[in-house]
Each structure stands twice: as structure tokens, then as C-alpha cells.
């Protein structure tokens, strides 16, 4: 009987990965049957396979005649698929972003030690849900941003605070995201974390002299396109943003400006402060540092001005974080709640892809409220300076 429940419980352990298969499964087997596979095939990928074709043959200048937001110095990631045929250059990052998202998951091991068990069941929840099935189909690199933040993480603990600097400059892969971490540095006065950041910044930017200052004209024409882009073209179900909350809930008025910038900016200006407030408070504990870094990330998301579904692969750091650490939370009830927010997450994201395309965008309020009480459980935990000093022997 021993045998027979231990059989059921590794099973209903392993279940949420029919997802996964069922996922893969389908896609695959759909473009293999396809009458037109490349046409199939041809999604995020290939605008990163163009460019280093494009680079590789000289042709610079047509890297940014579409709308993008990557900088300059991220063309150079592109270069290795220039050089091979097309099919391999989608299968190489297939598998970059599968080896990324498994890097990831094995540094938050190092980074926040606790019961393998624990870890396990977070990763296959990680390996179930719709950001990572998505970045793989469409080959995109939440997987490796993901490993940027869980290695800035691991450094962080590590007191390698330069290196955690110079981790952190990678994140400018994305500048969207990237921005949210140097303020809490500097409310933590982490002063060799942001040099390190300035460091990895600049070199960087020196990356990019070799392609011509011309491309960063470029850059900026085809970020305003960009922008453009995501408000009038973009269907807002994509987004995980608290922007794209308000504007699904403001209907027609919102393509005017008129009811999404105030209560979008309110929210912002709240989710800001308390994250700001629990980094004043906290951040010389070092027991709450996973925690305040995974309340960055969930900052970056929501407050952002556009993050895509995908990236929603970031939430694996903080997800790994409150699931690990539960026995460091006050509050039984912001710890359940933060799951429910999370479970909302799971299956609104799913429902995007299989359900209904259109309504309200769900998942920017849901990680906002997981970000409120993350926040309020750290601030009800005593200061330093206020916690009792032990009794003499």
C-alpha cells in the first residue's frame, strides 16, 4: 500500500507536465504537417535570424527598417544564427532558451537552498506553464533573461557585489526592464553593485561603436515605431502589465489617453513606494534578500509600460522564491494569497491561448497584488534596529 501511494503521489507530482507534452506535442506535430512549414515556423525567431544575416552580409542599415526595442549591442547575439541554415538556426534557439530556463532553475538551487523536494515541484510548475511553452514555440529569450536574474541573485547572496553589477547590465538586453534595478541599489546603497552595473553599461555601449553611431539614431526612430506599435496594433490580452489592465478595462476611451494614465500612474506610484519602502526597511537582511529581488522583478513587470506574455517566464525567480522560503513569511494569508495570484496567473495565461483572445488583461492586477503583499509581509517583519536584542547567558 506503502508503494502504491508513493506510485500516486510521484503521478499527481508529474501531472502538471502533460501540459508541457500536450504543448510541444502539438505544435510540433502541427508544423511537420503543415503544407508551408517555414511560414509556420517563421515567428519571433526569425526577425533575430534576418538580423544576423544581416549583419554577417555588412547590410546594417536594414537591421531597424522594422519597429524593435532591442539596442544596437544586441545585434552581436545574433550573428551565430546568421551563419547556419534555417531550420538549425530555430533548433539552436530552441534549445538555448530550454537550456537557459534549466539554468536558471539549477542556480536558484545554489541561490535559495532549501528541500530538493521543494525545488522540484517548483521547476515542474515552471516547465508547465504558458510563458515557458510559448518562449520555446515562438524562440524567444525570456529563458535567458530569466538566467540573468537568477545569476544576479546567486552573486548578490555570494557577496560578489561587482559581479552582481555586471550580471545586472546584461538585464539592458531589455532597458525596459533593466531600469527598475539600479534605484533599489541605490535605496540599499549597494555602491559596488551600481558600479557594476555602470561598468557593464558602458562596456556595452563601447560594444556598439564598431557598428556605427548611426544605429543608435535608428534605434531611437524604431523604438518611437515601436511604441506605436504596441498601442494601436498590439492586442493588449499579451501583456502583463497593470498599463494593459486599464486599458482593457477603459474600453474605447483608453486609445484617447483619458481613463488609463491616472489610475495607471496611481497604481504605479502605489506598487513603487512599498517596494521602496520594504528595500529602506529590509535591506540589511540578508535572509530577505531573495525576497526583496523577487520584489523587483514583479515591480519591473507590472509597472512597466509593456511586458509580453513570454517574458512572464521572469515570475519563475520570485515564483521559486515564495514557494522555497514559505516558512519566512508572517502572514499565512499573504503567503495563500500570493498563491492564489499565482494560480490566476497559470490559468489565465492558458485561457489567452485557448480560450478568448480579448476582454480584460488579468494578469497585470494579479502580480500587482502578489507584489502588495509580498511588500506588506516584509514591512511587518521588526527592523534590525527594532528586534529584540537576545538575553545574556
Given at each position: 500500500?506503502?508503494?502504491?501511494?508513493?506510485?500516486?503521489?510521484?503521478?499527481?507530482?508529474?501531472?502538471?507536465?502533460?501540459?508541457?507534452?500536450?504543448?510541444?506535442?502539438?505544435?510540433?506535430?502541427?508544423?511537420?504537417?503543415?503544407?508551408?512549414?517555414?511560414?509556420?515556423?517563421?515567428?519571433?525567431?526569425?526577425?533575430?535570424?534576418?538580423?544576423?544575416?544581416?549583419?554577417?552580409?555588412?547590410?546594417?542599415?536594414?537591421?531597424?527598417?522594422?519597429?524593435?526595442?532591442?539596442?544596437?549591442?544586441?545585434?552581436?547575439?545574433?550573428?551565430?544564427?546568421?551563419?547556419?541554415?534555417?531550420?538549425?538556426?530555430?533548433?539552436?534557439?530552441?534549445l538555448v532558451e530550454v537550456a537557459a530556463v534549466g539554468g536558471a532553475l539549477a542556480v536558484l538551487r545554489?541561490?535559495?537552498?532549501?528541500?530538493?523536494?521543494?525545488?522540484?515541484?517548483?521547476?515542474?510548475?515552471?516547465?508547465?506553464?504558458?510563458?515557458?511553452?510559448?518562449?520555446?514555440?515562438?524562440?524567444?529569450?525570456?529563458?535567458?533573461?530569466?538566467?540573468?536574474?537568477?545569476?544576479?541573485?546567486?552573486?548578490?547572496?555570494?557577496?560578489?557585489?561587482?559581479?552582481?553589477?555586471?550580471?545586472?547590465?546584461?538585464?539592458?538586453?531589455k532597458p525596459n526592464l533593466a531600469i527598475f534595478f539600479p534605484p533599489v541599489c541605490l535605496l540599499a546603497?549597494?555602491?559596488?553593485?551600481?558600479?557594476?552595473?555602470?561598468?557593464?553599461?558602458?562596456?556595452?555601449?563601447?560594444?556598439?561603436?564598431?557598428?556605427?553611431?548611426?544605429?543608435?539614431?535608428?534605434?531611437?526612430?524604431?523604438?518611437?515605431?515601436?511604441?506605436?506599435?504596441?498601442q494601436n496594433a498590439v492586442p493588449m490580452w499579451k501583456q502583463l502589465t497593470l498599463y494593459a489592465f486599464?486599458?482593457?478595462?477603459?474600453?474605447?476611451?483608453?486609445?484617447?489617453?483619458?481613463?488609463?494614465?491616472?489610475?495607471?500612474?496611481?497604481?504605479?506610484?502605489?506598487?513603487?513606494?512599498?517596494?521602496?519602502?520594504?528595500?529602506?526597511?529590509?535591506?540589511?537582511?540578508?535572509?530577505?534578500?531573495?525576497?526583496?529581488?523577487?520584489?523587483?522583478?514583479?515591480?519591473?513587470?507590472?509597472?512597466?509600460?509593456?511586458?509580453?506574455?513570454?517574458?512572464?517566464?521572469?515570475?519563475?525567480?520570485?515564483?521559486?522564491?515564495?514557494?522555497?522560503?514559505?516558512?519566512?513569511?508572517?502572514?499565512?494569508?499573504?503567503?495563500?494569497?500570493?498563491?492564489?495570484?499565482?494560480?490566476?496567473?497559470?490559468?489565465?495565461?492558458?485561457?489567452?491561448?485557448?480560450?478568448?483572445?480579448?476582454?480584460?488583461?488579468?494578469?497585470?492586477?494579479?502580480?500587482?497584488?502578489?507584489?502588495?503583499?509580498?511588500?506588506?509581509?516584509?514591512?511587518?517583519?521588526?527592523?534590525?534596529?527594532?528586534?529584540?536584542?537576545?538575553?545574556?547567558?
Amino acid at each position: 500500500m506503502d508503494r502504491r501511494r508513493g506510485i500516486a503521489r510521484a503521478l499527481l507530482r508529474l501531472a502538471p507536465l502533460t501540459v508541457t507534452g500536450f504543448m510541444q506535442i502539438s505544435w510540433f506535430g502541427n508544423l511537420a504537417l503543415a503544407t508551408d512549414p517555414h511560414a509556420n515556423a517563421r515567428r519571433d525567431w526569425y526577425r533575430f535570424y534576418q538580423t544576423g544575416r544581416q549583419l554577417l552580409a555588412g547590410d546594417l542599415t536594414a537591421i531597424y527598417r522594422m519597429a524593435s526595442d532591442s539596442p544596437p549591442y544586441c545585434i552581436y547575439l545574433a550573428a551565430p544564427l546568421g551563419v547556419l541554415p534555417e531550420w538549425y538556426a530555430y533548433a539552436l534557439c530552441v534549445l538555448v532558451e530550454v537550456a537557459a530556463v534549466g539554468g536558471a532553475l539549477a542556480v536558484l538551487r545554489a541561490a535559495v537552498p532549501g528541500r530538493g523536494a521543494d525545488h522540484t515541484n517548483a521547476a515542474i510548475a515552471v516547465l508547465a506553464s504558458m510563458p515557458f511553452n510559448t518562449a520555446i514555440v515562438i524562440g524567444q529569450i525570456s529563458g535567458v533573461l530569466s538566467l540573468i536574474l537568477a545569476a544576479s541573485l546567486w552573486a548578490w547572496r555570494r557577496r560578489r557585489p561587482v559581479t552582481t553589477g555586471l550580471l545586472l547590465s546584461l538585464l539592458f538586453i531589455k532597458p525596459n526592464l533593466a531600469i527598475f534595478f539600479p534605484p533599489v541599489c541605490l535605496l540599499a546603497r549597494q555602491w559596488r553593485v551600481l558600479a557594476g552595473i555602470g561598468v557593464g553599461s558602458a562596456l556595452l555601449l563601447l560594444a556598439s561603436l564598431p557598428l556605427g553611431l548611426e544605429r543608435w539614431h535608428e534605434y531611437a526612430f524604431a523604438t518611437h515605431s515601436y511604441v506605436n506599435l504596441l498601442q494601436n496594433a498590439v492586442p493588449m490580452w499579451k501583456q502583463l502589465t497593470l498599463y494593459a489592465f486599464w486599458y482593457t478595462v477603459s474600453g474605447a476611451l483608453a486609445s484617447q489617453g483619458v481613463s488609463v494614465t491616472a489610475p495607471w500612474l496611481a497604481s504605479v506610484a502605489l506598487l513603487g513606494a512599498v517596494t521602496m519602502a520594504a528595500w529602506w526597511r529590509r535591506s540589511d537582511s540578508e535572509t530577505a534578500l531573495p525576497r526583496l529581488f523577487g520584489l523587483t522583478v514583479l515591480l519591473a513587470i507590472s509597472a512597466n509600460l509593456y511586458v509580453y506574455f513570454y517574458d512572464g517566464l521572469l515570475l519563475l525567480v520570485p515564483g521559486v522564491v515564495w514557494w522555497v522560503m514559505r516558512d519566512e513569511y508572517r502572514s499565512l494569508w499573504c503567503h495563500g494569497l500570493i498563491g492564489a495570484c499565482l494560480l490566476g496567473i497559470f490559468v489565465v495565461g492558458y485561457l489567452g491561448i485557448f480560450v478568448t483572445q480579448e476582454g480584460i488583461s488579468w494578469a497585470g492586477p494579479l502580480i500587482a497584488i502578489w507584489l502588495l503583499c509580498e511588500a506588506v509581509d516584509l514591512l511587518a517583519a521588526p527592523s534590525p534596529a527594532a528586534a529584540p536584542a537576545p538575553h545574556p547567558a
